[in-house]
């Protein structure tokens, strides 16, 4: 089995080879290490890219506003993963980002995930009938882990989730008052006891 070490740095190699320089080649190996780290297919979608690079044209999209759209060829999903992710501060403030079409959308799926670790919020990444969650970079979550995802994503839209609890107020609560059983009373042995407590002042 090859290391996520051996898969980051192959990718990256294999991504200058094909042009990109070493700063974009980088980001790359990073992804591609994610990818395999969820157990997606970032190795074999990376593939058939490079071999379609060679037959095809994609559109590099380095402005991103809020409606996206290519008029000839799809975009590349690594400059549109590089431009996400270095524009994110601003995206966030968007309701919602479409993208008409998207190449080798699994590619550009861990510039989200990264970018939900910067942002703090999760994103939701969705295309034609398929969809996932990022959240913060620690895991992704979509009902198309074990087939192939499709090559391209058509009528994308991307969501920022505003953090909300996860729980009712009332459960809060009644979670909380459990937790006061073990509050202990203050005594006039545990205050001088207390950090910051001793009589005598050395400043």
């Known amino acids: 089995m090859k290391s996520l070490s051996e898969i980051e740095t192959t990718s990256k ?17 990073k992804s591609i290490r994610l990818l395999e780290l969820f157990s997606l297919k970032g190795i074999k979608n990376l593939n058939e890219y490079f071999k379609a690079r060679s037959a095809k044209k994609f559109d590099n999209l380095n402005l991103i ?6 008029e000839k060829f799809p975009y590349c999903p690594i400059i ?3 431009s996400f ?3 994110i501060k601003s995206l966030e403030k968007l309701n919602m980002i479409r993208f008409n079409t998207i190449a080798y959308p699994l590619l550009f799926l861990p510039f989200l995930s990264r970018s939900s670790e ?9 295309f034609d009938d398929n969809s996932f969650l990022l959240n913060f970079n620690v895991s992704i979550f979509s009902k198309i882990t074990d087939k192939d995802c499709p ?19 009332e459960d809060w609560k009644s979670l909380y008052k459990f937790s006061e059983e073990t509050f202990v009373e203050e005594t006039d042995s545990l205050k001088q006891g207390a950090a910051g407590a001793g009589l005598t002042d050395n400043d």
């Open 65 to 70: 506003v809020e409606n996206n759209k290519t």
């Open 80 to 82: 549109l993963g590089i």
């Open 118 to 126: 910067i942002i703090g919020k999760r994103i939701y990444f969705k």
């Open 13 to 29: 190699r294999a991504s200058r080879a094909m042009g990109f320089s070493w700063g974009i080649s980088e980001e790359v190996g």
């Open 151 to 169: 090559i391209l994503a058509n009528n994308v839209e991307i969501n920022f989730i505003e953090n909300t609890d996860n729980f009712s107020e």
């Open 85 to 87: 992710l270095d524009q």
